[in-house]
């Protein structure tokens, strides 16, 4: 079974800093993985999603990388808003379309003080 | 641009009620997901669906049952409310594996 962690639990950093956010995983035959962002109350947003064939996908000041073999994701923010305070999750999808869901890590609560 | 629609935003509701949630999809996605969320928790599958008349329970127990009549709805409904249902209850759609577009959600309180 799938298990997924993300370090750190919470995080909080000064305006304009860049952060990584790191997911980990545990059954590597992935077919995708996802970043999403949530903020409280809401929904989740889809920020990025990397195909197993990929290392990194860029969104404006977003990169998420994907080390499959070592069961690694990061999410890079650079030059951190107020704005980008929320909870990060990561959810890595299995190769076995009909029986796979995607399991879901606990999220990383980043806050951006200004 | 495709979407996910979730009614109502919010439900304030009695002790005993029969309600139900709505969940539709725009996209024409063949696989459905309904979460299960407390205030600053983790997320929790309750019931997915594959297709059109397939439906499966998740990873933690509810008393809800869904039904997928047609591709783009997926409704829950709790025959009968309780305080212990309250809850964010999330809907989620994706085309084939990973790549999940989720709506905005539907807080639940059970008084």
């Known amino acids: 079974k799938q298990e997924v962690t993300q370090i750190p639990a919470a995080l909080s950093v000064p305006e304009g800093e860049n952060l990584v956010l790191n997911c980990s995983f545990t059954?590597?035959?992935?077919?995708?993985l996802q970043w999403f962002r949530q903020d409280p109350g809401k929904g989740l947003t889809s920020l990025l999603l990397?195909?197993?064939?990929?290392r990194e996908q860029t969104s404006g000041r977003l990169n998420a990388s994907l080390d499959k073999s070592s069961g690694r994701s990061t999410l890079y923010i650079a030059a951190s808003q107020p704005g980008d305070s929320a909870t990060y999750l990561c959810a890595p999808s299995p190769y076995n379309t009909n029986a796979g869901k995607s399991t879901f890590g606990d999220g990383t609560t980043l806050t951006v003080k200004p | 641009e495709a979407d996910i629609y979730q009614t109502p935003r919010y439900l304030v509701i009695g002790t005993g009620k029969k309600i139900t949630l709505e969940c539709s999809q725009t996209?024409?996605?063949?696989?459905m997901y309904w979460y299960q969320q407390d205030p600053g928790m983790e997320l929790h599958l309750i019931h997915y669906s594959y297709g059109v008349n397939s439906t499966e329970k998740g990873d933690l127990s509810s008393e809800s049952t869904v039904s997928r009549i047609r591709t783009e709805h997926f409704p829950l409904t709790l025959e009968s409310a309780r305080p212990s249902h309250t809850s964010q209850y999330l809907c989620?759609?994706?085309?084939?594996?990973?790549?999940?577009?989720f709506g905005s959600g539907t807080r639940l309180t059970v008084v």
């Open positions: 059954d590597s035959a992935i077919y995708n």
């Open positions: 996209m024409g996605h063949d696989k």
């Open positions: 989620a759609s994706s085309e084939t594996v990973g790549g999940y577009t």
């Open positions: 990397i195909q197993s064939s990929q």
